[in-house]
């Protein structure tokens, strides 16, 4: 059974592939790729107004048929070309255009038939997708606290490792979010008036132009402590791992404080889920030769600094110590980095 994608264009059919493929590259974060359909006998009509290409996204498998004539285009009109046609199954269509109305685009969605269009609208209801234009959806909804995703993104702006404006695809490669979960993390960041996000055609740039510590104090407000839960094990048990200093042990080496005891240690929730799996003891208080693991809510090696966690993560790791010597120390150490 055959799964069809319909372009409606005015641009050479190569070019609007192309575009395709960068947009649904960007919002699914799937492997996108194209190829155009041969060997497949069609009616004269058909071939006219159709030109088809095999379309993959991720696994699901469409054949897409770009519109030769995009203001000839008609919903009741291509069902029946489709009828038409014994290889194409009307209920796997897919409609995807350079341009359609609003009120097409609305006719599509009520019989569900998926299309897209390209930086404009997405709607793939057999893999579970929608993502509609911003002038079809709400404006972003302002969070109290900003998803472990966004706080990431906040803090690889902070540290300068952002000299230029990026889309969320290229965040996506740069920290290993997917596509869509960057794009929800610019909503955030928008919706909070941090950074600037700025269009180029239908694509979203973000990028932080303010001073570092006007940026930190504007967010501040919505930043949490990276740590979700702590767990005590004895060293031995993880030596042999990669573990990134954390809490007081990476605070005395942004500082002069004396390292604890008792070593703290950062691990994201997959590796400590990790951990679990293989056996690891956990202890439920401190013992000689124990350490204390720091699970956080994302992953600390995409922010680390010297092969120890981030300032900026630290800080609000610790920010609630009482302790006058810790509070002195995290300061000194937020001035080098602000």
Not at 192 to 216: A, C, N, Q, T
Request: with cysteine; glycine share 4%.
């Amino acid at each position: 059974m055959l799964s069809f994608a319909m372009v409606v264009t005015e641009v050479p059919v190569e070019q609007l592939a192309a575009k395709l493929k960068s947009y649904l590259s960007e919002v699914t974060g799937f492997d996108i790729r194209t190829k155009p359909l041969q060997h497949v006998a069609l009616p004269y009509f058909f071939s006219r107004q159709y030109a088809l290409y095999d379309l993959w996204v991720g696994s699901a498998k469409f054949t897409a048929i770009f519109l030769q004539h995009s203001d000839e285009f008609r919903p009741a009109q291509f069902l029946k070309h489709l009828r038409q046609v014994p290889v194409i199954d009307p209920d796997d269509v897919c409609v995807v255009a350079q341009a359609l109305p609003a009120y097409l685009r609305k006719r599509l969605i009520q019989q569900r038939i998926a299309f897209v269009v390209p930086y404009t609208q997405m709607y793939l209801p057999s893999v579970g997708m929608e993502l509609r234009s911003r002038s079809d959806r709400e404006l972003p909804t302002s969070v109290e606290r900003y998803s472990p995703a966004t706080q990431v993104v906040l803090i690889h702006g902070l540290l300068g490792r952002m000299s230029k404006p990026v889309t969320p695809l290229e965040l996506s490669n740069l920290l290993g979010y997917s596509a869509m979960t960057m794009s929800r993390a610019l909503n955030e960041l928008e919706a909070s008036e941090v950074g600037k996000i700025e269009r180029v055609g239908r694509e979203r740039l973000i990028f932080f132009p303010e001073d570092r510590k006007i940026l930190w104090e504007k967010a501040f407000s919505r930043l949490r402590s990276p740590v979700s839960k702590n767990e005590r094990v004895f060293l031995r048990d993880v030596q042999g791992g990669k573990l990134l200093p954390a809490g007081m042990t990476a605070l005395s080496r942004y500082s002069m404080l004396a390292e604890p005891f008792h070593p703290e240690f950062a691990v994201s929730q997959a590796l400590w889920k990790e951990m679990q799996m293989a056996g690891i003891e956990t202890i439920p208080v401190e013992d000689e030769g124990s350490c204390l693991m720091q699970i956080w809510r994302y992953d600390p090696r995409i922010l680390v600094v010297e092969e120890r966690v981030d300032p900026f993560s630290l800080y609000l790791s610790l920010r609630d110590e009482a302790d006058e010597r810790v509070e002195m120390a995290l300061e000194k150490m937020m001035e080098h980095y602000l």
